[in-house]
């Protein structure tokens, strides 16, 4: 689980995020990034719409993504905000292959 510093909560961060960052294109999900230059932990943010399924599988698909991204943490600069948007595809994808696609997103903005 991401504690509260390590969440994005604001509309406007999520957008700006979105607008700004650089995108990587996965088969389950979209994942962009920003630099922001600040000294603090890296904020995650997650977009699962109805398009990937009913609540139960959009809150199954979201708890993954953030399983997912704690497990990244050590490995994302400080003041990166990271928006995650789940792709319909993802509600039928296993674990696995969500922690790949959004791992590769998340190493290649690292470098």
């Known amino acids: 689980m991401l504690a509260r510093p390590n969440r994005l909560t604001r509309g406007a961060d999520y957008k700006a995020v979105v607008r700004r960052g650089r995108r990587c294109a996965a088969p389950h999900a979209i994942t962009y990034v920003v630099a922001t230059g600040e000294q603090r932990a890296p904020r995650f943010g997650f977009i699962v719409s109805r398009q990937v399924g009913p609540a139960v599988v959009r809150n199954t698909v979201r708890r993954r993504l953030k399983a997912v991204c ?3 943490l050590p490995n994302v600069l400080d003041g990166n905000d990271v928006v995650i948007r789940a792709l319909p595809s993802a509600a039928s994808a296993p674990y696995r292959q969500l922690h790949a696609d959004v791992s590769r997103c998340l ?3 690292a470098a």
């Open 70 to 72: 704690a497990d990244a």
């Open 107 to 109: 190493s290649r903005s």
